[in-house]
Every structure is written in C-alpha cells, then in structure tokens.
C-alpha cells in the first residue's frame, strides 16, 4: 500500500468516527504530557491500533490514541502520543497523523514535546515556545516521492513556526505571569540520550533545547501548509549540564509537576485562535 492510499484510508477512517465533531485545531502531545485530552468535552477515543496506517506508540506514558472533543470552545483533534523515528519507523510513516489532520480539514497545529534544556538559563519544568528547529536526526520525511497533493517538491521552511500566533500566545502568558521561553529545539534520531560532546555542539550551533521528535511532523505541517505553534516542556537539563543521570521516568515527573502551567499555556493558545 503506498503512502498515499494509507493516509486517505485512515483519515477516512477516522472521519467515519467523528460523528458532529469537525476538528479545527491539531494536538500533537509528547512524553508525560498527554493528559491535557483527558479533559475535552464531547469526546471520541480512537486507538492508534484501529486506525488503517496508524503506528502504536511503544513508548511508556504514551496511551497511542486519538481524542476529538471540545475545550474552550474549540474542537479540536488531539493525539495522545506519538511514533518516533527511533522506533523503527521511517519519517514518511510516523508524520502520517499530520497529514491525515490534513485531510481532515486541520490547518492548525499545536505540537508538544519533552526536551533537554541546552540553554543555561533554562531550568527543569521550563516552558519554551520553538522558534526554529535543526534537524539533525540524519532523515528527512519528504525523502521519496513528492506527494503533490499536499505541497510542493521543495517548501520553504523560513517561517514554519507561526511568528504571529506565537507572538500572540507569548503575550496572553505573559499577561498572566506564566514564563514563556523562546528558543531552537534541535533533533537527534535517538533512542539514547546525547552526550555532553554533542549537547556542546548543539550550544555552539544555536539550540537552545534538544528532543527526538517534532521535526519531522513541522516538516511535513509546512510541507502541506499548516500553521505550527510549537511547544517544549524542559524535562530534564540536557547531558554535562548537570552532574546527574538521565531517566525517561524523571521526564514523566517532571512534565507531571508541571502540568497545570503546561495546561493554561495551551488553553491561552486555543483561546488565541478563537479569536482570530
């Protein structure tokens, strides 16, 4: 089955289930994070695993299923995990979701992550609105055949992060005495974490947060022209910065104890495009 056939099957698929629900707003929410779903109105659960071209997520604290329902008087279409590349998967398959929002009539996209803070003035539980991103994962999803349906051979990834919707989100936090950082999250392949060496090259060459996710879900986003806001929970202080070991179970802490922030930053940002 090309990619093309699995992404229109599955947003078919999905189509089929959503009922009244016409989702404007796209969620793509990361490590420890997911729980802002659990709380839309209205809702209707997917698993991944029903979905035709759908991946289940092998990651813990990822619950790999899709909810539309309703929060601040916006629908919206939330995944509750992700497929990473370290997964084995190749880009093209794990960015299949944003295409099939796409298809979906989704032309915004909110996605989250859980990072590693590279800049020193980040601290654990710090909030980062992505203004850019490097790819350094070594792939690329747009490798292989152009799918013309969405975009072109060769987009443009000048401004792929929406200056004016993040500007506008970084106002409203502000307004409300919610520290909002701005920064470069740059991506490596993984599954392990980075050394103190490449967390050093990363300084030098201008990110300000590392991850190994959401750049490839951007690319396609701007590939098919939708507008990206994206956001990172600083987990975790990335490796050398501190003298202390790393754990995926200190990432689910920590986004934990932040949730509430992490909560109203997203609802201020649903609330931002309300009113558009």
Known sequence: MNL??????????IRSKLGALQPTVGLILGSGLGAYADDLEDQVVIPYGEIPGFHASTVVGHKGQLVA???GGMTVLAMQGRSHYYEGYTQAEITIPVRVMKRLGIDTLIIT???????HAFAEGALMAIRDHINFSGQNPLIGLNLGEFGPRFPAMTKVYDQSLRARVLARAKAEGITLNEGVYMMFSGPNYETPAEIHFARAIGADAVGMSTVPEVIVAAHAD?????????TNMAAGMLDEHLSHQDVEAVAGRVRGTFVRVLDLALATIKEE
């Open 226 to 234: 939708m507008r990206v806001l994206g956001i990172s929970c600083i």
């Open 113 to 119: 992550n859980a990072a590693g803070g590279v800049n």
């Open 4 to 13: 093309l056939t699995r992404i229109e099957e599955s947003a078919a698929y």
């Open 69 to 71: 329902g309703r929060r």
